[in-house]
DNA sequence: AAATAAATTTAGCCTTACCTAAAAAATTGA
DNA sequence: TCAATTTTTTAGGTAAGGCTAAATTTATTT
């Protein structure tokens, strides 16, 4: 079994090879761990001790086989939290991370997979990310950022990239949620703001607004 | 806040204390937590300093009130998700303990009331024992040992003193669970067994047993 | 009331996961 | 290219929560 403090840099590591695609260096996972380049490069050794990531000094950290399909676990067992407390317990979507963080620790398979049967095999979590079947598969988002298309397109609202409180409760305050069709009217070349209507209701959002929502076309 | 250690020393001091009605000595306290005697003394320092326990050298420690306020919120949480787990997630009771351990030190007051109100404020967790409502009120119980029961008496079974796994397996093995109506035959001054009608069923149960059933009796 | 036994505390150490400061390697750019 | 900057690692230290062994206090016997 792993520590707390492994498995969040196990997730750490995850979140930052998704998003970049590409090794992870020490200062990069320092920022997203909220420490030390230092207390990184020891935790890295110890990762790469138990063979969860490769490492070699100087050149950043993979996940391993095995170091992904433990952080896999955890994102699965984050996002059906998400889903429980969301649809079970009356919780909005900027409420849940903290909450989740803490349950993604909780090491039971039973528990993962009656809770992942009881909510009856969720696809997605309550900010439109992807959850892991028991086996680890899930699918990859074939959306775009809303940044991208261009007046004329139209799409659905399928997922938040930022799902900071503030952003999330932004959006509540602007009538946005998922599963909306968003239509974009106008692009303004000066600040990249945009015209954008849903429901009827035309909204202006700004660049760092649209380049913070995930929208599917056709 | 607490840590994990603080939250489960509190715990064990309440039980102990409960279970005796008196202070709780140092062997003890290490015997519950499976560790050292010397590293509760440290730890009991501790939570004196933080003013959770009243604690004089070579005397023993007693839950100040906001210290069993505290243990009380973290056994309210236990039991809440032991029904969870029994109601929602097909566990069973001899299932629950090591899971709800864990889960009991999730810290959000949002989720343990909501989760109270999802399993519609349950009274009693699947081995019998009283749950805490949110002010930390719970019943105490108005019941006996089977062993006390004299031939004739008749009573309901509504708890378990014991709930260890071979117990709990043991009862379910012998068509014995909580609600069941169970009359006394006959007690063996030997050994002190005791011939119990269960559902038109006679059985034979040691001592061992009858004292760890609690029996609702009138 | 000693003497012995049992319970408890103290002293000093270990591991985990952090930290700071300094050293070393890699990268950048004049 | 090679000096300056940035990144990363190393060295040595801290707090929490354990441990063992030794000292001390309390309890029990004779």
Redesign the interface.
Known sequence: MFSLSEENYLKAIFHLETAYKSGVSTNALAEEMQTKPSSVTDMVKKLAEKELVNYKKYQGVKLSEEGKSAAVEIVRKHRLWEVF?VE????SWD?VH??AE??E????E??TN??DK?LNYPKRDPHGDPIPDANGNFSVANHQLLAELKPGDKGICVGVKDSSVEFLQYLDKNRISLGRQIEVLEKEDFDKSMQIKIDEVTHNISHVISTNLYIKTN
């Open positions: 407390l079970k317990l009356n919780f409420e903290e909450v803490q349950l620790h909780i090491k039971s039973k528990l009656e809770l009881f």
